[in-house]
């Protein structure tokens, strides 16, 4: 059975005999995670927590208007294209359904 010679190495003997300079890492929600202290760092930086807070109030203001959002409303019209409303959409589905089980029924 052959031993193997493992000996600890240290910092002299890898080359790094000074410490690695580390970028600052800063709470960011994840976008970058890193910032980089240069003026185009910082503009950077500062375009994207402008556009995040944009981005937040958007989506909060599109989610408290619900289904009445325009944006739902156009992917429905193309979708279906004869909406009538939430309420029209379940009466016919209602309607469906009973209609196939009357079929079914007459059918046996």
Same mark, same amino acid.
């Not at 503009?43 to 981005?55: F, H, K, P, T, V």
């Not at 958007?58 to 004869?82: E, K, N, T």
């Not at 009466?91 to 359904?97: E, I, L, P």
């Given at each position: ?35 980089? !202290?240069? @003026? #185009?760092? =910082?503009?950077?930086?500062?375009? &994207?927590?402008?556009?995040?807070? +944009?981005?937040? %109030?958007?989506? $909060? ?6 289904? !009445?959002? @325009? #944006?739902? =409303?156009?992917?429905?019209?193309? &979708?279906?294209?004869?909406?009538? +409303?939430?309420? %029209?959409?379940? $009466? ?17």
């Amino acid at each position: 059975m052959a031993t193997l010679n493992r000996q600890e190495k240290d910092r002299s003997s890898v080359g790094a005999d000074s410490p690695v300079k580390t970028k600052n890492f800063i709470d960011d929600d994840g976008l970058l995670g890193y910032f980089d !202290a240069s @003026p #185009a760092g =910082q503009q950077i930086q500062s375009d &994207i927590l402008m556009w995040q807070a +944009g981005y937040q %109030a958007g989506l $909060q203001d599109g989610l408290a208007q619900g289904p !009445a959002h @325009p #944006a739902v =409303q156009a992917s429905v019209a193309r &979708i279906f294209g004869d909406w009538q +409303g939430a309420e %029209a959409a379940r $009466q016919q589905s209602t309607q469906r359904f009973w209609n196939q089980c009357h079929q079914e029924r007459d059918a046996a």
